[in-house]
């Protein structure tokens, strides 16, 4: 595959920008060099700053993004940090995905902080996603651990198995090592995207505390 030059790299990320309705990509500024590309400018919510991120990570070519975007709230859904504490422990109590029995919340100048213990790491996600989403935050820090109850043995195999079973990914370039609760996985792929897609296969086995992700992206 060829490598993209800049100049196609930055016109790319910006169309897919364009393209998106999740966000307002008209104050958005992108610029690319040797792969890395950085966000700037401002957007509304922190939803769409995060929004913008992921865009920029799945558009081909791209190894990495500096996301510098500002988070500009409308005055008008300004909240005072209770207001935000509030609305961030009511959004986690109303997700069917997150048991909110064990987390607390912290807000400091609209930046919100997670913390607590989940069994699985889509839970974990998922309570980042939801409060994410709400208006008045301008940031979220996620220190919610996961420390699952069930332990596997086969935790390579399962998270190999299920790299197989990927169509879009070349499993074969990328190796599994699997010490305890921790995975380390290694090789190469095509992109940004298959790079995520083999972490969150291996978040998805049981057992699974940790990935250290250490796969390139060769373009």
């Given at each position: 595959?060829?490598?993209?030059?800049?100049?196609?790299?930055?016109?790319?990320?910006?169309?897919?920008?364009?393209?998106?309705?999740?966000i307002d990509?008209?104050?958005?500024?992108?610029?690319?060099?040797?792969?890395?590309?950085?966000?700037?400018?401002?957007?509304?919510?922190?939803?769409?700053?995060?929004?913008?991120?992921?865009?920029?990570?799945?558009?081909?070519?791209?190894?990495?993004?500096?996301?510098?975007?500002?988070?500009?709230?409308?005055?008008?859904?300004?909240?005072?940090?209770?207001?935000?504490?509030?609305?961030?422990?009511?959004?986690?109590?109303?997700?069917?995905?997150?048991?909110?029995?064990?987390l607390q919340?912290?807000?400091?100048?609209?930046?919100?902080?997670?913390?607590?213990?989940?069994?699985?790491?889509?839970?974990?996600?998922?309570?980042?996603?939801?409060?994410?989403?709400?208006?008045?935050?301008?940031?979220?820090?996620?220190?919610?651990?996961?420390?699952?109850?069930?332990?596997?043995?086969?935790?390579?195999?399962?998270?190999?198995?299920?790299?197989?079973?990927?169509?879009?990914?070349?499993?074969?370039?990328?190796?599994?090592?699997?010490?305890?609760?921790?995975?380390?996985?290694?090789?190469?792929?095509?992109?940004?995207?298959?790079?995520?897609?083999?972490?969150?296969?291996?978040?998805?086995?049981?057992?699974?505390?940790?990935?250290?992700?250490?796969?390139?992206?060769?373009?």
């Amino acid at each position: 595959m060829a490598t993209k030059n800049d100049k196609d790299l930055q016109r790319d990320v910006m169309e897919d920008l364009r393209w998106d309705p999740s966000i307002d990509a008209s104050k958005i500024g992108v610029a690319a060099s040797d792969g890395v590309v950085t966000l700037t400018g401002a957007v509304p919510s922190y939803f769409q700053k995060q929004s913008a991120e992921r865009i920029a990570k799945r558009v081909a070519g791209v190894r990495a993004v500096a996301n510098d975007i500002d988070v500009q709230l409308p005055s008008v859904v300004e909240k005072t940090d209770a207001g935000v504490a509030t609305s961030a422990l009511n959004a986690l109590k109303w997700s069917s995905s997150v048991p909110d029995e064990n987390l607390q919340v912290s807000v400091s100048k609209g930046w919100v902080t997670l913390e607590g213990s989940v069994e699985w790491n889509y839970q974990r996600e998922a309570a980042e996603k939801v409060v994410e989403e709400l208006i008045a935050v301008k940031g979220v820090t996620n220190r919610i651990s996961v420390s699952p109850h069930i332990k596997s043995r086969e935790v390579k195999h399962e998270i190999k198995a299920a790299l197989h079973r990927y169509a879009e990914l070349e499993s074969r370039n990328i190796e599994v090592e699997a010490t305890d609760s921790t995975v380390t996985l290694r090789g190469s792929v095509r992109s940004w995207a298959e790079r995520k897609e083999a972490e969150n296969a291996a978040w998805m086995a049981p057992g699974v505390t940790q990935v250290k992700n250490e796969i390139v992206v060769s373009v």
